[in-house]
């Protein structure tokens, strides 16, 4: 499907709700336009950043025969004469005559002139000293550039870094890799009813979204700290105002819990217009998790920054992190967009009329399948906190047994991004 990344400019109620599939490649397509310039960084700092560029091997992997066995190299018949040894990092002299062999450890470079490797285990010494045995049929070496020749692309750009990939290209002779940077994020809690420590009460609430959110946005790449969490902020217009401008300093995308509507003490949309934001995405047809939006806003150096509004119910504000942030800050790594698995439903998933509907799931990764789970009302947390992630029931269906649908998966371990 093809989306303009055009960015919409009302400020206010009334908008109609954006397809949830194009609101994901819309979002990704504007945020793409916006990845920053690459930076290199030694090996060890590259975890969990993203490939600005193509990982090329600098010299054929191996760059030398190596024995894969420790034994003889030989060279001729046997039995064979020992005049040498050959550890891994040296450099040994050929092999010059027939019937002559040096012992060589696993690793270790082939010398010139060697025919065969005799495994250890499969050798004998002779009385006078000499070694015995039948070489196996196989090469017991590795050729250069077995695993790769010099200047052959092993990973595209856009790959995320991880142990993995640190290991190859250091194998490959890399000291620094040239990745995106992590974008900084910020989270911005709104509501005077919520509670910071201990249980409900007196009519308030425990705040869900300021601990959790966070932890969502280090999943999928990006950086905040402690102090990129601000909260609860008052239910004023000058106090969001202030405490927007103060997190957009800093940091690369905000993302706000409540006040997404247009209530009494909903500031946001008021907020936005005061910093002249540009709405990329202004409520979108997905339940749970409407209303939900993305803001773009252009700073005094001329860089973009935006605005990722998550509604207050807990469930939906994770719907809108899913819908909305994952793309973005995939499009802000050079990152690929994110594609989603299919899976089989195992039991009948409600449709939501003409609104996406994103079901929590248990997966079943052994048969491809997944099943609903309960307690999943926009306000629950308890169904999510069992999830695998959300199937996909598109506008104007519903998910039968045995339907193959997509599935967004929730990303278990920081730095695994689905």
Known sequence: MSVEP??????????????????????????????????????ADADGLTLAEPLRTLTDLPAFPTSSVDGWAVRGDGPWRVVGRVLAGGTPPPLTDDGTGVEIATGAMLPAGADEVLRIEESTRTADGRVAGTPRSTPEWRVPGEEAYAGEELLPAGTPVGPGVIG????????????????????????????????????????????????????????????????????????????????????????????TMHGPVDHLHPALA????????????????????????????????????????????????????????????????????YVTLAEPVAGRGDYTHLALVRVDPVLGTAAPVRH???????????????????????????????????PLLPGVRP
């Open 6 to 43: 055009a960015v919409a400019t009302d400020r206010g109620a009334g908008a109609p709700p954006v397809d949830w599939a194009q609101a994901r490649a819309l979002v990704y397509a504007t945020g793409r336009a916006d990845t920053p310039a690459p930076v290199d960084v030694p090996l």
């Open 274 to 341: 005061q910093l002249d934001a540009d709405y990329v995405v202004n409520t979108v047809a997905v339940r749970p998790g409407f209303p939900m939006l993305l803001a773009r806003i252009t700073g005094p150096d001329g860089r973009n920054r935006y605005v990722a509004g998550l509604p207050g119910n807990p469930q939906s504000a994770i719907v809108a992190l899913v819908s909305l942030v994952a793309p973005l800050l995939a499009a802000l790594q050079g990152r690929p967009a994110p594609l989603l698995p």
């Open 168 to 259: 190859l290209a250091a194998s490959c002779g890399y000291d620094r890799l040239r990745v995106f940077p992590a974008p900084r994020a910020a989270l911005l809690v709104f509501g005077d009813e919520l509670l910071t420590a201990g249980p409900p009460q007196a009519g308030r609430v425990r705040d869900a979204l300021g601990p959790a959110v966070p932890a969502w946005l280090r999943r999928y790449g990006a950086t905040v700290t402690p102090d990129d969490v601000i909260g609860p902020v008052e239910d004023t217009l000058p106090a969001h105002v202030t405490a927007l401008r103060r997190a957009l300093a800093r940091a690369d995308l905000v993302c706000t819990t409540g006040g």
């Open 376 to 410: 999943v009302g926009s306000a629950m947390l308890r169904g999510l906190a069992r999830a695998d992630g959300f199937a996909v029931i598109e506008p104007g269906s519903t998910g039968e047994a045995g339907a193959r649908v997509p599935v967004v998966p929730l």
